[in-house]
């Protein structure tokens, strides 16, 4: 009674095993018969251009929050800058405005996706107001660094002699001085002017972030979390 049990046990495996076995050749048939292999390759075509297009969106958003980090730094380098005094200001902290966002941004093409009125006042801001304001940082630094130069080696100079630097190097420190002064306050005078007004404005209107936030379909690939600077 046993041995028959186990062997009808056996073969009610072997039968559901052949069964099921029928089965997935009848579905793999389907998948690899002309028909079956037409609608294999149009659902592989569909799922990598819907896989490119999600991966471009998820690259050209991340684009767009790094220009805008980009603009609100610059923008807190300037406020930062006007507001400093002479001798918070060197030519160690001069500033200097960050552009490679914004050429990334040329050569991707992903500037171009910005609404064209938007794209044409961060377009100007950087060029030409960002790239003359670093230009002219960077003359203005090295007439500072010029005078403070000389300070320092007629310091130098006096202190190997065993000359009190204070009084034989006054000329020095008096034109340091009032290279610092008058330089700190034109490069705040420029900055505020030129600079500061219009990245304030494009940072009020360029928020790409909440453009995010506000997205189902970008918070479910990308999340709700941010930088302090993008809020």
Request: aromatic share 10%; hydrophobic share 35%.
């Given at each position: 009674m046993l041995d028959s049990i186990r062997l009808f046990e056996k073969f009610i495996g072997i039968y559901f095993s052949y069964n099921t076995f029928l089965r997935m050749k009848n579905l793999l048939s389907k998948f690899f018969n002309k028909n079956g292999l037409i609608v294999t390759l149009l659902l592989g075509l569909i799922v990598s251009v819907v896989a490119s297009r999600i991966e471009n969106l998820i690259q050209k958003q991340r684009y767009l929050e790094l220009l805008q980090i980009?603009?609100?730094?610059?923008?807190?380098?300037?406020?930062?800058?006007?507001?400093?005094?002479?001798?918070?200001?060197?030519?160690?902290?001069?500033?200097?405005?960050?552009?490679?966002?914004?050429?990334a941004g040329l050569e991707s093409g992903y500037i171009l996706t910005i609404s064209p009125l938007l794209q044409s006042q961060i377009m100007s801001i950087y060029n030409p107001f960002l790239q003359e304001t670093n230009h002219f940082v960077k003359q203005q630094s090295m007439i500072v660094e010029e005078y403070n130069?000389?300070?320092?080696?007629?310091?130098?100079?006096q202190t190997l002699e065993s000359?009190?630097?204070?009084?034989?190097?006054?000329?020095?420190k008096q034109l340091?001085?009032?290279?610092?002064?008058?330089?700190?306050?034109?490069?705040?005078?420029?900055?505020?002017?030129?600079?500061?007004?219009?990245?304030?404005?494009?940072?009020?209107?360029?928020?790409?972030?909440?453009?995010?936030?506000?997205?189902?379909?970008?918070?479910?690939?990308?999340?709700?979390?941010?930088?302090?600077?993008?809020k």
């Open positions: 980009e603009i609100r730094t610059n923008y807190l380098t300037a406020l930062r800058t006007i507001n400093a005094t002479a001798s918070e200001l060197s030519t160690q902290t001069f500033p200097y405005f960050s552009t490679a966002v914004y050429e130069r000389g300070w320092q080696k007629c310091v130098f100079e000359n009190d630097p204070s009084s034989f190097c006054a000329k020095e340091k001085e009032f290279a610092d002064q008058v330089i700190t306050s034109e490069l705040k005078q420029y900055i505020s002017t030129s600079v500061e007004k219009e990245l304030q404005e494009i940072s009020n209107k360029f928020n790409p972030t909440q453009n995010r936030l506000k997205s189902p379909l970008l918070r479910l690939l990308m999340g709700t979390e941010v930088l302090g600077i993008q």
